[in-house]
């Protein structure tokens, strides 16, 4: 196999295995737009964001939908790290 084969192949399977990460990105975007105008969370790193729980129960729904999808994403590119050697080695 070529290196440019397997360079090829290789960024494939990452493309596949970050595709897991999309909802999570899309679902923290939102909840960024969502507290953007509150004095306390509006230029907050995502950790603070996330780990620190909300009197509103609509915000507090969407934190917890985020972080779901951030365990999701991860399951599935972890998942996806054993199709790594099958996918090198065709």
């Not at 105008?37 to 985020?66: F, K, Y």
């Amino acid at each position: 196999m070529t290196d440019v084969g397997l360079i090829l192949k290789a960024f494939t399977w990452f493309g596949i295995a970050s595709l897991g990460m999309v909802p999570y990105f899309l679902a923290l975007r939102r909840y960024r737009l969502l507290t953007a105008n509150d004095r306390t969370l509006g230029n907050a790193s995502t950790r603070v964001l996330l780990d620190s729980p909300q009197s509103d129960p609509e915000w507090e729904a969407t934190r917890h939908r985020t972080r779901r999808r951030l365990w999701i994403g991860l399951a599935i590119y972890f998942v996806c790290i054993p199709l790594l050697p099958v996918l090198l080695n065709t």
